[in-house]
């Protein structure tokens, strides 16, 4: 039996468009999204055209394709902020606490800055900045840096647009694009991001995100803990900081295993 008609066909157009690019490694082609969707080019381009003025799809001029926009990406951060991610965190870190004896939190991406959804404090250790609603620069957390290192070159060159200025809580931590980016490659190849200082002196961070099936920065999962004198991470809490990465991937259904 056929399925019926949308009774919003325009609304039923657009949603289908950005459930195109939602699934796509990188940018398409309007005329690839009028393809795949079977979709007029001229509707197409209209769609694509408000989606943009909107904020939901960034056009890249050169390259004469699309992807997704900030507001889609601050659209999906909103869900993971909502009590589903909340309610699946919380026990994780209460464990990862347990097994450690440092603190940890878990922090989603909105804009260029984290927002912490959930914190489990260490008993041995005092108060910090991340608590539950607390926004940093990500630019300077372990948190931030680790989905940073996750989100495509586009919406990096949209977060960070030429000029930005970077925020520093203290004499660490990246002050420019390019050493952003130098240390957001550091990230990639390791798997996981490190703050030393940047925020707290004193005090650093290992993060690792939790990433869906097409390899989006759904939230990061963090421990912070007394700064080393050679800078490095224990390897114990790292080991334990990405499996509870992971498994946090696959109770909210983004992981493939």
Sequence with gaps: MPSPSPKVPALDAGLRVLGLLATQRGPLAASTIAARLDLPRSTVYQLLTSLTEHGFVLHLVEARKYGLGIAAFELGSGFTRQQPLTLLGAPLLASLVDRTGESAHLGVLHGAEVVYVVE??????????????????????????????????????????????????????????????????????????????????????????????????????????????????????????????????????????
């Design 120 to 257: 489990e404090r260490a008993r041995h250790r005092g108060a910090l900045v991340t608590d539950v609603g607390v926004r940093l620069p990500a630019h300077l957390t372990a948190t931030g840096k680790s989905m940073l290192a996750a989100t495509p070159t586009a919406q990096l060159r949209a977060l960070y647009p030429p000029g930005t200025a970077f925020v520093r809580r203290t004499e660490a931590g990246p002050g420019d694009l390019r050493t952003l980016r130098q240390e957001l490659e550091g990230v990639r190849t390791v798997g996981y991001a490190t703050e030393d200082g940047a925020v707290t002196p004193g005090l650093s961070s290992v993060a690792v995100a939790v990433l869906d099936t097409t390899g989006w920065p759904v939230a990061s999962i963090g421990s912070t803990y007394a700064s080393t004198a050679d800078g490095g991470v224990p390897p114990t809490l790292l080991a334990e900081v990405r499996r509870a990465a992971d498994v946090l991937a696959r109770r909210l259904g983004t992981s493939p295993s």
